[in-house]
Nanobody, 111 residues
């Protein structure tokens, strides 16, 4: 059974950076679509960035130029480098490998 665990969240000031990591245990097919999603208080979960098995990457418009998704298939790990963070980036960030979700990690951007 595949399990997915996120790490790297925390409190950061506006303009700061954080790097989220997500590691999957179990048998992982490298061609799975993997992605980061977020859910802010009172809002629906939204996609932040996804990377397909062939390496094609898509970002939501609000994070383009600030966030970078990457992966290490050998380590079954997905990353999200977040730069120039804004208060509106505050949310619980979730990782997804195929159809398996992690439990999320909280990112708070505040001065």
């Amino acid at each position: 059974q595949v399990q997915v665990v996120e790490s790297g969240g925390g409190l950061v000031q506006p303009g700061g950076s954080l790097r989220l990591s997500c590691t999957a245990s179990g048998s992982i097919f490298s061609a799975l679509v993997k992605g980061w999603y977020r859910q802010a208080p009172g809002q629906q979960r939204e996609v932040v960035a996804v990377i397909a098995g062939d390496g094609i990457i898509k970002y939501v418009d609000s994070v383009k130029g600030r966030f970078t998704i990457s992966r290490d298939n050998a380590k079954n790990t997905l990353y999200l480098q977040m730069d120039s963070l804004k208060p509106e980036d505050t949310a619980v960030y979730y990782c997804k490998f195929g159809s398996t979700w992690g439990k999320g990690t909280l990112v708070t951007v505040s001065s």
